[in-house]
C-alpha cells in the first residue's frame, strides 16, 4: 500500500515538475532563451522541441497505455535530468541544479514503485523488488 502511495506521489510531483517548466518555456520565452544561452545552447532550437517533449514525456508515464512507451519517457527523463544538472554544474550555477536533482529522485521513486501500482508491469522495473518490499 506505501508503494502504492509512493510510486502516485512521486508520478505526480515529477510530471507537475515537467509541466510547470514547460509551462515556464511558453509563457516566459525570453528569460528561458537567456538561461540556455548561458547554459551554452541554441536556444531558439531547443525551446520549442523541448516544450513538446517536457509535455509528451509525463503524459506517457501518466497514460501508461504502452508499457515500452512509458519506459522510454522515463529514460528519456532521466538523461534530460542528468544533462541538466551536469549543464549547470558545468557553469558553476549550482542552485540551477537543484530541480533536475529532485526530479532525479522523484523519478528513481516512480519508476522503483510502478508495478505495484500499474496493471501492466514493467520488465525493466522487477529488478526492483528490494525497494518495493521495503515500502510495503
Excluded at 520565452?29 to 531547443?46: C, D, H, M, T, W
Excluded at 509528451?56 to 522510454?72: K, M, T, Y
Excluded at 527523463?77 to 544538472?85: K, R
Excluded at 551536469?86 to 508495478?115: D, W, Y
Amino acid at each position: 500500500m506505501v508503494a502504492t502511495y509512493t510510486y502516485w506521489i512521486s508520478t505526480m510531483l515529477l510530471s507537475l515538475l515537467y509541466l510547470a517548466s514547460a509551462f515556464m518555456y511558453i509563457t516566459k520565452r525570453a528569460f528561458v532563451r537567456k538561461v540556455q544561452a548561458e547554459l551554452g545552447y541554441s536556444a531558439s532550437n531547443l525551446v520549442p522541441f523541448m516544450i513538446v517533449v517536457k509535455i509528451l514525456g509525463p503524459a506517457a508515464i501518466l497514460l501508461h497505455f504502452n508499457v515500452a512507451l512509458s519506459d522510454l519517457a522515463y529514460a528519456g527523463m532521466f538523461y534530460h535530468l542528468i544533462l541538466s544538472g551536469l549543464a549547470h554544474l558545468g557553469v558553476r550555477k549550482a542552485e540551477g541544479a537543484t530541480p533536475a536533482a529532485i526530479g532525479l529522485f522523484l523519478l528513481v521513486l516512480s519508476f522503483a514503485t510502478q508495478n505495484v501500482a500499474r496493471e501492466l508491469p514493467s520488465p525493466y522495473a522487477s529488478g526492483l523488488t528490494n525497494i518495493q518490499a521495503s515500502l510495503n
